[in-house]
Nanobody
């Protein structure tokens, strides 16, 4: 399973970015969860938002209401829309999926390489 993230970059305070994650792999049977995480230097990676098969948004850690996750596990894509970005949002963002692959009985976790978001003043 390969995950490709895109959409990161440099933006000024108050700007917006839309991160995209596309999963691919011939042996993917189904994707049950797609999530976006961030990891600041020296800190643990934390889940920001996630969508689940047949459910939609199941997690969104954004009390400010600036982030929205969308996408469809059946389409193997997820998006993280980030509005009104602030300096503290600067970090690397990672996509992950829980997918059933090949003849596996359960899900395994797969990660992308990350995309960098830099918010400047």
């Amino acid at each position: 399973v390969q995950l490709v993230e895109s959409g990161g970059g440099v933006v000024q305070t108050g700007g917006s970015l839309r991160l995209s994650c596309v999963a691919s792999g011939e042996d993917i049977v189904e994707i049950n969860f797609m999530g976006w995480h961030r990891q600041a230097p020296g800190k643990q990676r934390e889940l920001v938002a996630g969508i689940a098969k047949g459910v939609g948004t199941v997690y969104l850690d954004d009390p400010t209401g600036r982030f929205t996750i969308s996408g469809e596990t059946a389409q193997k894509t997820s998006f993280l829309q980030m509005n009104n970005l602030q300096i503290e949002d600067t970090t690397d963002y990672y996509c992950d999926v829980l997918a059933r692959v090949g003849y596996a009985a359960g899900d395994n976790s797969y990660w992308g390489d990350g995309t960098q978001v830099t918010v400047s003043s």
